[in-house]
């Protein structure tokens, strides 16, 4: 191969891993006994948070800024996509002692 073909084929590789966008992950965040699992996570903007509520009762995970407010019925899930960057703190509205903090990077 010559030496400029070998260069272009580099660069081509070099801007096409730019263009492809990383993938969103989903972290599952389950609460259980009145207790939020993990208590405080990492995420990115772009990322699915699956709340898992695996009590006999609702709960919420309601946020103190206002981004989100969602609601668990027993035995069932909810998700949310994380659409800006900052520390999110929230909680149960049902039992207020249920707290936990989002991480979210850009």
Same mark, same amino acid.
């Given at each position: 191969?010559?030496?400029?073909?070998?260069?272009?084929?580099?660069?081509?590789?070099?801007?096409?891993?730019?263009?492809? &966008?990383?993938?969103?992950?989903?972290?599952?965040?389950?609460?259980?006994?009145?207790?939020?699992? &993990?208590?405080?996570?990492?995420?990115?903007?772009?990322?699915?948070?699956?709340?898992?509520?695996?009590?006999?009762?609702?709960?919420?995970?309601?946020?103190?800024?206002?981004?989100?407010?969602?609601?668990?019925? &027993?035995?069932?899930?909810?998700?949310?996509?994380?659409?800006?960057?900052?520390?999110?703190?929230?909680?149960?509205?049902?039992?207020?002692?249920?707290?936990?903090?989002?991480?979210?990077? &850009?």
């Amino acid at each position: 191969m010559m030496p400029g073909r070998l260069a272009s084929i580099a660069l081509a590789v070099v801007l096409l891993s730019m263009v492809v &966008p990383a993938r969103a992950a989903t972290i599952r965040i389950t609460m259980e006994n009145l207790v939020i699992s &993990p208590a405080e996570m990492s995420a990115k903007v772009g990322d699915t948070i699956e709340w898992i509520n695996k009590d006999v009762f609702a709960h919420t995970a309601t946020s103190e800024n206002g981004d989100f407010d969602v609601n668990l019925p &027993p035995k069932k899930s909810a998700t949310f996509v994380l659409k800006k960057a900052g520390a999110i703190d929230y909680y149960c509205r049902y039992h207020p002692n249920m707290k936990a903090t989002l991480k979210v990077a &850009p």
